[in-house]
């Protein structure tokens, strides 16, 4: 016999059992994008090596370690995609949506890649659902981007514990400043810091904020904090966020180092965080990053986005919501070949009106095809034999408590809908 085939270390197949999950987040995502008049863009898996190099930066550990990179049969290097801000901006530079002016809102969802080393709960593929705002520098865009991200996570799907971190990282005038006073202040302490962060401190000092070894964290939290060193333009920037979010009632923790993985960012820079996760916390992420369509060739376009993992997304919704997306099931039990007929009928009817219907087609003894209808854990079961089909009354059966009740033929789907409405309430 041959070997079977297995999946590619690192990714995984979502199997029917655990889909309706992740279709509950992506529809709650979808009706949250849409309240708020975002598109959806689709963009290619596969993108230039250079664009990820140009925008997410050469030297940062998803460059460096974690992208699948490789070369093309005409000697090409391509790159699956990490994350998606740098393809929509890609997209929305290569087609010129800017010559349409104004504000464009854009959203995805989909599979990002980095061949990280293998632990729990990290994929190499993993899912993003994300949203762009892309030619608008005001601090109203961040705040009503938060307020969408806030109403989906916390007010559609009951996120546990949330907390909305904020912080603002300045500009490409006044963040040098404080680079190099964290890069001096580091001088003095960086012996004592995790190999890591003394190679960051020579290479890329704000990264050593982002360190999450244990024993470095006393350290890091004595060194100088950006909000000191933001120019007046970038204060009053970071001011009018954190006023539109008290005038929206959303709540958020001032966090200063907080500085995020990527280059790109400037200014408003989050995370949202969730207790339902356990160590590995952020559920969602971003910021606003106004130099990144100049930097891959196109016109000046500030920029706002984020995007959540949606792996973890789902972990917390399934904690909290056991009951989401049992999408309730009518099955129809027929008792003799003479009601296979009336059966398959009513149950083309039911689909008709959208319901979710199993039909079995092998002759059963009415014991055990109730029997399939509990394993498949089936709401209702309507039961048709030669008594009901003479009648025109059909048995419909509460799964859950047993109760039975006969009811008229073409009431039937009627009947259900308002059961349904009743339970699910
Ligand atoms: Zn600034
Ligand atoms: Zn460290």
New binding site residues.
């Given amino acids: 016999m041959p070997e079977i085939v297995r999946s590619v270390k690192g990714t995984r197949d979502l199997l029917p059992e655990e889909i309706r999950l992740w279709q509950k987040v992506e529809e709650e995502a979808r009706a949250a994008f849409r309240a708020y008049n975002f598109m959806e863009i689709r963009t290619p898996v596969l993108e230039h090596t250079s664009l990820f190099a140009r925008s997410v930066g050469a030297d940062t550990d998803i460059v460096s370690k974690e992208m699948f990179t490789f070369e093309d049969r005409d000697g090409e290097s391509l790159t699956l995609r990490p994350e998606a801000t740098a393809s929509v901006v890609r997209a929305y530079i290569e087609h010129r949506l800017f010559n349409e002016g104004g504000i464009h809102k854009l959203f995805y969802l989909g599979p990002m890649f980095r061949r990280e080393r293998p632990q729990k709960g990290r994929y190499r593929q993993f899912y993003q659902i994300g949203a762009e705002v892309l030619g608008s520098d005001e601090p109203e865009t961040d705040v009503d981007a938060l307020e969408m991200l806030h109403a989906l996570l916390v007010m559609r799907l009951r996120l546990r514990d949330s907390r909305l971190l904020v912080n603002s990282v300045g500009c490409p005038r006044c963040r040098p400043s404080y680079v190099s006073a964290l890069r001096h202040a580091l001088e003095n302490v960086k012996d004592r810091?995790?190999?890591?962060?003394q190679r960051?401190s020579q290479t890329n000092p704000l990264r050593?904020l982002d360190?999450?070894?244990e024993?470095?964290q006393p350290i890091?939290a004595t060194l100088p904090t950006i909000l000191d060193y933001l120019c007046v333009e970038c204060r009053e920037h970071f001011d009018a966020v954190k006023r539109g979010l008290d005038e929206r009632a959303i709540e958020y923790q001032v966090t200063p180092r907080l500085v995020r993985g990527l280059d790109y960012y400037v200014r408003t820079t989050f995370e949202i965080t969730s207790g339902a996760l356990g160590a590995q916390n952020a559920v969602a992420g971003g910021g606003r990053y106004d130099g990144l369509a100049e930097l891959l060739g196109g016109p000046q376009a500030p920029g706002f986005g984020f995007a959540i993992g949606e792996d973890r997304l789902v972990l917390a919704y399934g904690a909290v919501e056991d009951r989401a997306g049992a999408e309730d099931l009518i099955y129809i039990a027929w008792l003799e070949e003479s009601s296979l007929r009336p059966a398959a009928e009513l149950a083309r009817e039911l689909r008709q009106e959208n319901l979710r219907v199993e039909l079995l087609f092998h002759p059963m003894k009415f014991k055990k095809s109730l029997a399939a209808a509990s394993k498949m854990t089936a709401t209702f079961s309507v039961i048709i034999g030669p008594n009901e089909a003479s009648t025109g009354r059909f048995a419909v059966k509460n799964m859950s408590t047993g109760e039975q009740e006969p009811v008229e033929r073409a009431r039937i789907a009627d009947y259900l809908r308002a059961k349904l409405k009743e339970l699910n309430h």
């Fill in positions: 810091l995790c190999a890591d962060c960051r050593v360190c999450k070894v024993a470095d890091i």
